[in-house]
């Protein structure tokens, strides 16, 4: 039996889509992002970086990086939503699949940098308009994926690939702006729709890492404009 230890709204909500995807069962573990539950000696035993996801695989071993664990699952029976070695879209499928981590770096960074330094002289509004502007640049590349009309990221249709990076937008729309991307924000459409993707979803109650839609770069003065 696979046990998933998650934390509402983290990279954990990949693996979620996709066993809900595969209609494995699975026992999932929660934890609180803030209260230091994922730093205690126990947790640290599962996943030393003291981070979500940690898969428990049932072998004894954990998986601790989310593109793995989507990547494991999806490759699991008649492997639907992998590209197996050979499928003429092996090599899209793989580069998308760690492409998912790109975007996810700049929702982590932004995530510091708006949520976790908490107070105003903690932060860089140079870095958080930077970071901003590179993630609309990484999501920019999935809305060119899309141009040429296709649903699913891959033209052969639903895969772990959007799964992975579905997480990058559920986090990535709420630091930029997706009103220049329509074929991506269709495609989130159709991912929310699928019955897989509320169950990812935070819980009632449970402690949220993003209480707002939207967390705005911090505005820039430049000196001539402030003359
Ligand atoms: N590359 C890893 C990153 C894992 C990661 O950083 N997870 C975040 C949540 S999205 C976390 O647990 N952060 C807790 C911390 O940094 O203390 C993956 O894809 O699984």
Redesign the pocket.
Known sequence: MIRLHH?AQ???MRVIWVLEELGLDYELVSYN?FDKS?RSEEYKALNP?????AMEIGTGQVI????AAVEYLAELGDGALSRAPGSPERAEYLDLLHYA?TI?QHC?NLTQAHIVLYQDWMKSPTQMGLEAKRLAVTLKRLDAQLADGRDWMLAGGYSAVDCALAYGVFVGARFTSLDEMPNLRAWWGRFKARPSFAKALPQEGEPLIYRKDFYPPPEVVKPEENA
């Open positions: 934390a983290a990279r954990s992002f994922l970086a003291g981070r979500v996801p601790c990086e989310s593109g981590e996810g982590a």
